[in-house]
């Protein structure tokens, strides 16, 4: 039995007495990786039932958790052991809170406990041995609009599914995966493993590539260009096809009947739902690639699940309401970054984030991987943006800043320092980007841009980016600037930057003085505490100049900082290698500012949202 | 420059219709082998007004003279008769007298104008059915004409497309200003038979689909179309698989024959040293029993094909698809049996977009015919109604005066048959169309099944049942409650029996 790190990192924050399920998956001979756990409510319905579908397939249930003495472990334990399936051997975790000492891992053999010991893998194993696949396929759905015929149907529809005639073919080659003659490809065999498989994608630098991605090819750190953004496993990109085909009759067997049509009035009427889903699954990439068809067919099911129990949810509560109307679902992936794996959801089309069912619902759900529910995981917003798409998207018209360019930097040097960086993602924008002069006055700007689009991708808003204008605009609208501002080349310093943030994105920001650069350094605990707590990018104006800072680095005995900046006044193409060996971005010691020039910095504080 | 290649039975075919009519036009049913060979398949003599000519043997026939009408209509005929693997490529002449195949003679100007009416009856008569192929529709075709006085042939390549600077083309392709234009074609005739290599692929039909209109009564012909144009859609997007393997698009298939024997040769020594398959490679192993099969059969080394087609809502933008209500839906079902014959020159691309063709015009062809036959194009007002369209039968066409059965190259055409009809129809259709003798007997019936007509019955009844086991589940449980009753009420009455007739023992004593 193998935990990863990140999950012991998880385990470790449940400061509650409270018990719950794990999830793991199986692979090799037999070994189980513990990837994920719940918490249980004390009351009512198991959760496990609620959430069990949003898992990648392979992702099972496989045992009981126990944080602390809780009281109601006993009614839940026996509960959740006989809804394990994939072993006969359910593992039970003892946990003390807030600290892995003492916790006692056992299988659960004939009604004993049977105490096993434990490995622990890594993160960068974990990204490096498991992969997960990604399925796109689309369904039409003829209903009744009633939870038991949504049920039925659906049940016709994953019987359909089952019925060996989908092939799977991985996009952008031409490996097809059928049910009677397994992956065909020159190179395997019956004993090729998933990892061959991902050795045959296809690499950007073999389909036509622009500037952009040679760079990203050249930068220190190979960037893998079958994954997500953010995420550092590989993803396996697959379309779905149906063989149209039946077996010919063989021997005295009648031939296949001739086509024939019916047309039949339904009275009441039903309803068409579409449903195009993106299923994943985990797969170890020692698996054997026989395995794979039957791993793509369970992740198909567990997403039409995943969309029943949204429809049905739908119609349930709607039940007090005048008029029943079924909406869209679509799934949506989320990779929260203490989960290390994905976690997928279904939301229907043209209902809000906002709505209070849908929040109450997120709530639940942070509730039950103890999440805070100060921050957002699940609003659309916080989506995995996978490479496939955005490459997909980088080809039309679209343009997007270089991501995270801070990665693959060289180290600060400090002695014995700690490195508090920005947490979450980021867009690095500066100078002269989309076509705007601004060299000169626009670094600011710049730095709010860059401070935007982490809100952004952390899923806060859906907001775009605000440009110069809409910023003077906004300056303007609020009597802060007079109506001369808009369209003018001046600058703006910290204080406006929090008045944008609190207009635009509904930020507060703190602000901080600093009388003079040789200052800065009594700063660096402060900003370590931001980093800690808020983990977003900040601001810092002086002189005639603002930068953006991402992190620090700082050692508490000398009390010696570095700061990790990104500037924006770099006015060159969007090339991370450049960028990174010029020192667009990099590590800066304290003669990188000024002396006598005072600061300002605006620190941006995450609102609670969830 | 383009080349056609004839056979020695096409040249005693023109022979013999200049012969007998002295002057003869039909129509040219060919293979495109690769860009630059067109192979003849098969010549038809138009046969449409030989009736009315009986008296008039002796009237000298130009090609002013030609209907354009019946040349149109045998045209269209042959083209739904022949596999996706063949088309009608051109217009023959023949004739008895001399200058018919001179290249400067005005005959040959005037077939500019033939073709040009036969193009504008082609294009009318397919717009109720819009798409024909998945391809783009073919640009070039073959004009030949035989002198039966000079024993000579003349082949041209006429040419619809771009050709002339002021282009100005009509719906289609053809070019109204200049009406296409002759150019110099090659031809040869070719000693040895064609060989031909078949290949086999059902399409199975099974899907539902929602009738969204509730306004009207359901026009059934409008389905159709929408069902043509919705697989015709897919079919482009789909994938062709050959014996159940992706092939590269780009070798010709008589790479993919010589690579699939050295393939099978090697299992089967392999088979033979390891006699238990191992379930690792059943997949190699079923395609080697299957090839045993047919062998058996002697019904040669047929390769099949599979179509996969994707699974999606919609192939363009997914985004924007919405739910919707219904109250009627489309049920097909069956399947549709292709057979069509390549070159090994052809490319698999080719090969793929050929089976893939011959689907989509079995589907066009059977609805036509069937929607042809309608009375009233609406749904009548039944809750259920059925559409049968004719079934799909092949027969070989006699090459090169052997016996069809006897000839391992014979290929096969079709012609659709509706149930209870007999094979005759096919028979003088055969005559009519392509001016082939076929016996009836030899006429293949069972490629496709008569459909199911329990089918539909038996799978309205299947969830009626389905429905009744759920009401019979719902209420064994009332049921149960009101057996316990019964027993209670019995118990109950039994008691008072037994208590009055205690009472009534003491009341007596």
Redesign the interface.
């Known amino acids: 039995m193998i935990f990863s790190t990140l999950y012991l990192q998880r385990l470790e924050r449940v400061k509650l007495q409270c018990s719950g399920c794990l999830y793991g998956v199986f692979y090799g001979d037999g070994t189980l990786l513990l990837l994920s756990f719940n918490v249980e409510a004390s009351v009512g319905q198991l959760n496990y039932e609620h959430i069990q579908h949003k898992f990648p397939a392979e992702l099972d249930l496989c045992g009981f958790v126990n944080f602390g003495d809780c009281s109601d472990t006993e009614a839940h334990l026996n509960q959740v052991i006989s809804s394990v399936d994939i072993t006969d051997n359910p593992i039970v975790l003892q946990c003390q809170l807030g600290t892995l000492v003492g916790m006692k891992a056992s299988f659960l053999v004939h009604g004993k406990l049977e105490h096993v010991p434990y490995e622990v893998m890594e993160a960068p194993q974990l990204f490096n041995d498991f992969c997960f696949t990604r399925l796109?396929?689309?369904?039409?759905l003829?209903t009744l609009p009633t939870p038991e015929a949504i049920a039925k149907e659906m049940h016709v529809l994953r019987k359909r599914v089952a019925d060996g005639s989908?092939?799977f073919?991985v996009a952008q080659t031409?490996?097809?995966v059928?049910s009677?003659?397994?992956t065909?490809h020159k190179g395997f065999?019956?004993?090729s493993l998933i990892e061959d498989l991902i050795a045959e994608l296809p690499t950007p630098a073999e389909t036509p590539s622009g500037n952009k991605k040679k760079s990203v090819a050249a930068a220190s750190e190979p960037v893998k260009h079958t994954g997500a953004v953010g995420c550092a496993y590989d993803v396996i990109n697959i379309?779905?096809?149906?063989?149209?085909?039946?077996e010919?009759a063989?021997g005295d067997a009648?031939?296949?009947?001739?086509?024939?049509?019916?047309?039949?009035?339904?009275?009441?009427?039903?309803?068409?739902?579409?449903?195009?889903l993106e299923a994943m699954a985990i797969l170890c990439k020692k698996t054997k690639l026989?395995r794979l068809y039957d791993v793509l067919i369970e992740s198909i099911c567990r997403s039409l699940r995943l969309f029943e129990q949204c429809l049905s949810e739908r119609l349930t509560e709607q039940e007090a309401g005048t008029e029943v109307?079924?909406?869209?679902p679509r799934s949506y992936h989320f990779y929260p970054q203490e989960f290390g794996h994905f976690l997928s959801c279904a939301y229907l089309?043209d209902l809000s984030d906002d709505e209070p069912s849908v929040q109450e619902k997120r709530k639940r759900l942070h509730r039950q991987f103890a999440l805070p529910a100060t921050r957002p995981y699940f609003r659309r917003a916080n989506q995995c943006h996978f490479q496939a798409d955005v490459d997909a998207a980088q080809t039309t018209v679209t343009w997007t800043p270089l991501l995270n360019t801070h990665l693959g930097v060289r180290p600060s040097g400090v002695a014995d320092g700690k490195e508090y960086l920005v947490n979450g993602n980021y867009h690095y924008y500066h100078y002269l980007q989309q076509q705007i002069q601004d060299k000169g006055w626009g670094c600011a700007y710049r730095s709010l841009q860059t401070i935007c689009s982490w809100f952004l991708l952390q899923g806060y808003t859906e907001r775009a980016i605000p440009t110069h204008r809409e910023v003077q605009e906004y300056l303007h609208k609020i009597e802060d600037k007079p109506a001369s501002f808009v369209g003018s080349s001046q600058w703006i310093g910290s204080t406006e930057l929090s008045m944008c943030l609190q207009g635009f994105l509904n930020v507060d920001s703190k602000i901080l003085h600093v009388g003079s650069g040789a200052e800065l350094s009594t700063i660096a605990s402060e900003l370590a505490m931001h980093f800690q707590t808020q983990g977003t990018p900040v601001m810092i104006g002086g002189g005639v100049l603002a930068h953006t800072i991402i992190g620090v680095d700082y050692c508490v005995q000398t009390g010696q900082a570095k700061f990790l900046i990104l500037d924006p006044h770099y006015t060159g193409a969007d090339e991370l290698a450049t960028i990174q060996i010029k020192g667009w971005c990099g590590w800066k010691g304290m003669d990188f500012w000024d002396k006598k020039s005072y600061y300002n910095l605006c620190m941006p504080q995450r609102p609670i949202l969830y | 420059m383009r080349t056609v290649l004839l056979s020695k039975a096409d040249e005693v075919y023109l022979e013999k219709c200049a012969q007998e009519h002295s002057f003869s036009y039909g129509i040219i049913v060919g293979h495109q082998a690769d860009l630059t060979k067109s192979i003849v398949v098969h010549l038809a003599r138009n046969n449409e007004e030989d009736a009315d000519l009986e008296d008039l043997t002796d009237v000298r026939f130009t090609i002013s003279d030609v209907n354009s009408q019946a040349l149109a209509s045998q045209w269209l005929s042959a083209s739904k008769m022949c596999p996706g693997s063949f088309d009608v490529i051109g217009i023959f002449i023949s004739s008895a007298m001399p200058e018919f195949a001179n290249e400067n003679s005005e005959e040959v100007k005037n077939a500019k104008n033939l073709f040009s009416d036969v193009y504008d009856l082609l294009l009318q008569s397919n717009s109720s059915f819009g798409v024909y192929t998945t391809d783009m529709a073919q640009t070039e075709y073959v004009f030949l004409a035989y002198s039966l006085a000079d024993k000579t042939l003349l082949c041209k390549n006429f040419t619809y497309g771009k050709h002339c600077k002021k282009s100005y083309f009509t719906a289609n392709i053809k070019c109204i200003i200049c009406g296409g234009t002759f150019s110099k074609m090659d031809y040869r005739f070719v000693e040895k038979p064609f060989e031909w290599v078949p290949l086999e692929c059902n399409y199975d039909l099974d899907d539902v689909i929602p009738i969204i209109d509730p306004a009207r009564r359901i026009n059934i012909e409008e389905q159709f179309q929408n069902i043509i144009l919705t697989i015709r859609k897919y079919l482009i997007a789909s994938e062709v698989f050959l014996q159940n393997e992706m092939v590269e698009d780009t070798i010709d298939l008589q790479t993919y024959i010589n690579r699939k024997k050295q393939s099978d040769e090697k299992l089967k020594t392999s088979s033979s040293t390891n006699s238990t398959a191992s379930g690792s490679n059943t997949g190699a192993v079923h395609m080697l029993t299957s090839n045993e099969g047919d062998n058996a059969n002697g019904s040669g080394n047929v390769i099949r094909a599979s179509i996969v087609m994707p699974v999606k809502c919609q192939l363009n933008s997914p985004a924007n698809i919405k739910v919707s209500e219904f109250n009627g839906t489309l049920r097909m079902s069956g399947t549709m049996f292709s057979r069509i014959y390549c070159d090994s020159r052809n490319t698999i691309a080719d090969v793929k977009r050929f089976v893939r063709d011959d689907v989509l015009r079995s589907l066009i062809t059977r609805i036509q015919v069937y929607c042809d036959g309608l009375t009233d194009p609406h749904v009548s007002n039944e809750a259920v109604y059925i559409s049968e369209p004719p079934r799909r039968v092949f027969f070989s066409i006699p090459a090169d005066g052997v016996s069809p059965s006897a000839s391992t190259n014979s290929i096969q055409f079709s012609e659709y048959l509706f149930r209870g009809e007999a094979p005759t129809v096919a028979v003088s259709q055969a005559k009519q169309v392509l001016d082939v003798e076929i016996d009836p007997e030899m006429i293949i019936l069972d490629a496709e099944g008569l459909p199911e007509d329990g089918n539909f019955a038996a799978r309205i009844q299947d969830t009626d049942h389905l429905d009744e086991n759920n009401r019979t589940m719902a209420s064994s449980m009332p049921k149960r409650e009101l057996s316990r009753s019964l027993y209670m009420v019995g118990i109950a009455v039994a008691l008072l029996v037994l208590l009055a007739s205690v009472a009534l023992h003491y009341i007596m004593a």
């Open positions: 796109k396929c689309g369904f039409f003829h989908l092939v073919n031409k490996i097809y059928s009677n003659c397994g065909q065999n019956s004993e379309d779905v096809l149906r063989s149209r085909t039946r010919p063989v009648a031939p296949h009947p001739a086509l024939s049509v019916c047309f039949t009035q339904e009275e009441p009427s039903k309803v068409q739902v579409p449903l195009e026989l109307k079924l909406l869209t089309d």
